[in-house]
């Protein structure tokens, strides 16, 4: 997947779950806050606030499982020989 600044989609629902990410929609828009911290006194900071398209996200979806399928059938070939 397209990376998405400031979010790990492999780490996403355990830092939701953690408190340390947020969604919310605000018109026809989807924007993530992502708590940060300083690294020096461990204070929490101004959040991260990033837009996300989901039109886009969606479109990353199809290509990711576009690419599975690939693998899927090139693994499935290698194990019939």
């Known amino acids: 997947m397209d990376n998405i600044p400031g979010i790990n989609v492999l780490n996403y629902e355990r830092m939701k779950d953690a408190g340390l990410v947020s969604i919310a ?3 026809n828009a989807f924007v993530v806050s992502v708590r940060k ?3 020096e ?3 929490e900071e101004s959040p991260q606030i990033i837009a996300l398209d989901i039109g886009k996200l969606k479109e990353s979806r199809e290509n990711l499982l576009l690419q599975v399928a690939g693998v899927e059938k090139l693994i499935s ?3 019939s020989l």
């Open 25 to 27: 929609k605000i018109g």
């Open 37 to 39: 911290f300083s690294t």
């Open 41 to 43: 006194t461990g204070a």
């Open 77 to 79: 070939d290698l194990e």
